[in-house]
Structure formats: structure tokens, C-alpha cells
């Protein structure tokens, strides 16, 4: 009996590893002001998801996506300067997403599904929610949709009144198409 054990032991020991897939997200952000909605979008860097596999199943899926805020584009070169200051891109040039969850959580039979997701800004861990619509597993690629609300307060971003009465609203919605590459 304790050979069996042992043999099943090995045996799913040997079904389960990790792989490295390849991770691309194009991020848009929308907000709103006193006087009109606004938006704009920035690429995340390349980056690696850490995938434990069983046998040619994924189970668990970890990976940190960095973007550079300083590459954030609104199409209105005033107000890229005024979020770059905001956000105080000197002192922090980068935005950091961390996932680390079952696959199962990201890959559910029904979407939408639920992500947490530690999101570093301005330097400060926050926790947040993502929704993960549009799933697919095609062959090698995996693609989905993540969405997730941001607030300036939480986040400790200040966008100063401008003209006396013309604010920025406190919450921001980000959207992100991601695409992951199994190597």
C-alpha cells in the first residue's frame, strides 16, 4: 500500500509544472470632469505570467504587469501634463498590477468572473477588483477582457481645480485587453 502511494505521489508530482507565458494588455482609462468625459491609453510592457500546469492544464497563473505612467496618453498634451504631475511620474514612473490566483478564477466556465488584483500607484499597494469578460483558449493563446475602477483618493493622486470650478472626477475605469502565449 505505501508503494502505491508513493507511485501516485510521483506520478502527479511529475503532471504538475510550471511554464512561462508571454503577456502583452492594451489599457484604456476613461474619466469624467465638470465639463466633459475624458480618456486616453497606454500599452503595458511586455511582460511573463508564471503558469503551473497539470499535464496541459493550467491551474495557477501569476504575473506582474508594469506600466509606465509617463506613457500614458490622453490626445491633449495640457492634460498628459497635468496627470503626469498628478501622478508624480518623477518619483513614480511605474504602474504595477499583481495577479496571483487560480486559473479557475480567471478562466471560468461562465463570465464574467471576479480578480483581485493588488495595484501599486504612487508607490502604495491597494487592492482592487477586476472583472474578467471575454475569455478564450485557443491552441497556445489565451485573451480576455479585464475592467476594474480606480479612485484618485484611494490611490492618493490630487488633480488640482482648474479655472476655479472645473474638476476631475474621483473615479476612473480602466479597461485592459490582455493576451497570454504559452512559450
Known sequence: MKTHLSLLLVASATL???????GTAQITFDGTSTLHAWGGKVAAEPFKADVTMDGDRPQRVKAEVTVKAASMDTAEPKRDANMRKAMQVDAHPLI???ID???SEIAAASTPTKLPIVLNLLGKPQNVTGTISNWKLTGKKAT???DFPVSLKASG???PTV???IKVGDGIKVHASVTLTQN
Do not use: C
Open 16 to 22: 504538475l509544472h510550471a511554464e512561462t507565458w508571454s
Open 96 to 98: 504595477l498590477g499583481r
Open 101 to 103: 490566483a487560480k486559473f
Open 144 to 146: 480576455f477582457d479585464l
Open 157 to 159: 493622486i490630487s488633480v
Open 163 to 165: 479655472l476655479l470650478f
